[in-house]
């Protein structure tokens, strides 16, 4: 027992290096920030002020449905990068002058997700302000809208898996770019972060409805603006369990098979 203790201090002591050291990285690339930033600020300001007056819903103030749609989307984007950073340390030996270091291999893949967890965390307080500024209202509760904001946190730390095991496979920066992003913009669009599931085509409501996309942003939703949760949430919990189940082993597999 005191030997698993210590294992796992080294553990958890090598992924805050880890995390740590790609924080400095980051911190020395603002450009990297300040464009993960524009992006999910020119969807918000472009579906708000152009699209938004064509767009039906149950708000009179379509920035109150928005909102909690683009925070999920930003996150889902944010987490693309995941792949992005790790086929880059792939293609610049970094993986290989890690394995070479008396630490734990596992810390690796954490430490990477763990910051994308922090960026993400940021650029979301970034739209929140921004959705503030421009009509939006935390009229139900602080604690009910900081628990949407976690199950956003959570719902992105589960799809770095997915762009890591990605990024691992391809090994290739631009390759790992189009690869994470083109499956994940049908899935943003079809969903309810823009408009309501049902002034979809039948057809597309049967997908739409089912995606984990759509049951987190619906349970975001809830929760910021005060309404029933029904089945979203733990449909929601459920798919995020069944992706870390997934892919985080299969992450862990492709990073022992390429280094």
């Not at 930003?74 to 002058?97: C, E, I, P, W, Y």
């Not at 900081?146 to 090994?171: D, M, P, Q, R």
């Not at 449909?235 to 995020?240: D, T």
């Amino acid at each position: 027992m005191t030997n698993i203790l210590k294992n796992l201090r080294w553990t958890f002591s090598d992924i805050g290096a880890i995390t740590r050291r790609n924080l400095t990285h980051i911190t020395r690339m603002p450009q990297l920030i300040v464009f993960s930033t524009i992006q999910p600020i020119m969807f918000m300001l472009l579906f708000t002020y152009v699209f938004g007056g064509a767009i039906r819903t149950n708000f009179p103030n379509y920035i109150m449905y928005l909102l909690p749609g683009v925070i999920v989307q930003t996150v889902l984007f944010g987490s693309m990068q995941t792949g992005v950073s790790l086929a880059n340390d792939l293609n610049k030996g970094m993986m290989d002058r890690f394995r070479s270091l008396p630490m734990s291999q596992s810390a690796i893949l954490a430490g990477r997700t763990f910051t994308d967890i922090v960026r993400n965390l940021f650029v979301v307080m970034v739209m929140v302000i921004l959705g503030i500024l421009i009509g939006f209202r935390i009229d139900h509760g602080i604690f009910n809208f900081l628990l949407g904001i976690l199950l956003t946190i959570i719902f992105g730390f589960a799809f770095s898996w997915i762009s890591a095991s990605i990024g691992l496979a391809v090994k290739n920066v631009e390759t790992a770019q189009v690869a994470g992003f083109i499956w994940v913009f049908p899935l943003v669009f079809a969903s309810s972060i823009f408009v309501p599931v049902n002034s979809m085509p039948l057809w597309l409501q049967t997908f739409a409805k089912h995606t984990p996309i759509t049951f987190t942003v619906n349970s975001v939703r809830a929760l910021f603006l005060g309404q029933p949760l029904g089945s979203n949430l733990w449909q929601a919990l459920i798919w995020m369990a069944v992706i870390l189940a997934v892919f985080i082993p299969l992450s862990v597999f492709r990073y022992k098979k390429t280094v």
